[in-house]
Structures are given as structure tokens and as C-alpha cells.
Nanobody
Framework: QVQLVDAGGGLVQAGGSLRLSCTAS????????MGWFRQAPGKEREFAAA??????RTYYADSVKGRFTISRDKNTVSLQMNSLKPEDTAVYYC????????????????????WGQGTQVTVSS
């Protein structure tokens, strides 16, 4: 069983950047496809970005494409967020999904097995 710890959130002005990180422990990190989700107040948790087990494939929600970049290394998955907008304000969660294929991408919330505790990102206008 893997444990995930999210970090890196904060308050930033519109147009600014933040880098989120998620550190995994207690499991074999390379066995998991990873993803980032976000949840704004009063809204459902939504998919933002995903990366395959081997890091060779990534996928983004249309709302963040071209602005966010997901990456992974050793036991960490990161989300570089540039050109932030007020509508990016949310609690961001990393998640791990047991994936058979090294190139599998997982975008469905229900397919993720483990979640971080979340980190708040607030973008002021």
C-alpha cells in the first residue's frame, strides 16, 4: 500500500506559477500510474493531469493543457503550473492507480486507489 503526501500549494497572483509535488512511500512507485485532480469549493473533484508508469505518456484536461506539466522521478510526481488563472483555485490532490501497462494513462477518478491529503492553491485576480 502506498502513502502519498502532497505539498507546494499556496497563494499566487494570476499569471504566476506554482510547482506541486507528491511524495510516495510504502509501495513500489513504478507500479502506479499517477494523476492530479482538483476540487474547487462546491464542485466535484475533477481530473487535471495524468502520467503513465514509465513517464512516457501524459494527458491533460483541456482546461489546463498548455499551462500545466506533469512529471515523475523516483518516488515523486510533480505538477508545474504556469499562467495560473483565478479559476485554477482549488484543493489539488495527487493519486495513484495500480496499472498493468507501463504506458497506461488513467483519467477516471474511480480508477485511482490511493490519494494524497490535498494542497490548497489560491490564485488571486
Amino acid at each position: 500500500q502506498v502513502q502519498l503526501v502532497d505539498a507546494g500549494g499556496g497563494l499566487v497572483q494570476a499569471g504566476g506559477s506554482l510547482r506541486l509535488s507528491c511524495t510516495a512511500s510504502g509501495g513500489t512507485f513504478s507500479m502506479y500510474a499517477m494523476g492530479w485532480f482538483r476540487q474547487a469549493p462546491g464542485k466535484e473533484r475533477e481530473f487535471a493531469a495524468a502520467i503513465s508508469r514509465n513517464g512516457g505518456r501524459t494527458y491533460y484536461a483541456d482546461s489546463v493543457k498548455g499551462r500545466f506539466t506533469i512529471s515523475r522521478d523516483k518516488n515523486t510526481v510533480s505538477l508545474q503550473m504556469n499562467s495560473l488563472k483565478p479559476e485554477d483555485t482549488a484543493v489539488y490532490y495527487c493519486a495513484a492507480s495500480i496499472a498493468l501497462g507501463v504506458r497506461d494513462i488513467v483519467t477516471t477518478r474511480g480508477a485511482y486507489n490511493y490519494w494524497g491529503q490535498g494542497t490548497q492553491v489560491t490564485v488571486s485576480s
